[in-house]
Antibody, heavy 117, light 106 residues
Framework: QVQLQESGPRLVKPSQTLSLTCTVS??????????WSWIRQPAGKGLEWIGR???????NYNPSLESRVTISVDTSKNQFSLSLSSVTAADTAVYYC?????????WGQGTLVTVSS | DIQMTQSPSSVSASVGDRVSITCQAS??????LAWYQQKPGKAPRLLIY???SLQSGVPSRFSGSGSGTEFTLTISNLQPEDFATYYC?????????FGPGTKVEI
């Protein structure tokens, strides 16, 4: 079965760029017609959909983050990535990657990224 | 953007109880409504999609109903492993959005 795993720096300085990669295992990222998504969750708070990428590279972003977000896919590595620029403390959160077009399943375990100097 | 609200924000219940959680959307989302369960320190788990379709492997004590702007998740015969936070999510239009969550506590 498909599994997802987030990786990347856990500590990012303010104004810098947060970069995370999601590695898909147990199946090809090209299988079926799925989008691949990023979602985040600040500590003790709810879930925020960041955006998604299709295997062709087509993307959709949350307008609240669109000016700072880039999501890309590398089908040769079975990975997709998140880049969030000009981060502030408000971007501190657990970041999840997930498979899905309308609903998201499965999810990666999540990775806590802290924005601090 | 579509705003999602949930009620109650928390509910206290006992094993064996029947619990219902309501989710309201600020606009019509037809039947594009999903429910997730999240336990502390874990990723959310998809329970129900398309308002009432049970995800594979999810116990039948979970059920969903509703349409348009008002939806309900019902847990019958609450089990110890069901104590968690539940989120609704609309998938009718981008950007997708989640409700603030309902914590089911003992």
């Amino acid at each position: 079965q498909v599994q997802l795993q987030e990786s990347g720096p856990r500590l990012v300085k303010p104004s810098q760029t947060l970069s995370l990669t999601c590695t898909v295992s147990g199946g090809s990222i090209l299988t079926a017609n799925y989008y691949w998504s990023w979602i985040r969750q600040p500590a003790g708070k709810g879930l925020e959909w960041i955006g998604r990428v299709y295997t062709t590279g087509i993307t959709n972003y949350n307008p609240s983050l669109e000016s700072r977000v880039t999501i890309s896919v590398d089908t040769s590595k079975n990975q997709f990535s998140l880049s969030l620029s000009s981060v502030t403390a408000a971007d501190t959160a657990v970041y999840y990657c997930a498979r899905g077009s309308l609903t998201m399943d499965p999810w990666g375990q999540g990775t806590l990224v802290t924005v601090s100097s | 953007d579509i705003q999602m609200t949930q009620s109650p924000s928390s509910v206290s219940a006992s094993v064996g109880d029947r619990v219902s959680i309501t989710c309201q959307a600020s606009q019509d989302v037809t039947y594009y409504l999903a429910w997730y369960q999240q336990k502390p320190g874990k990723a959310p788990r998809l329970l129900i999609y398309g308002t009432s379709s049970l995800q594979s492997g999810v116990p039948s004590r979970f059920s969903g109903s509703g349409s348009g702007t008002e939806f309900t998740l019902t847990i019958s015969n609450l089990q110890p492993e069901d104590f968690a936070t539940y989120y609704c999510q609309q998938a009718n239009s981008l950007p997708y959005s989640f409700g603030p969550g309902t914590k089911v506590e003992i």
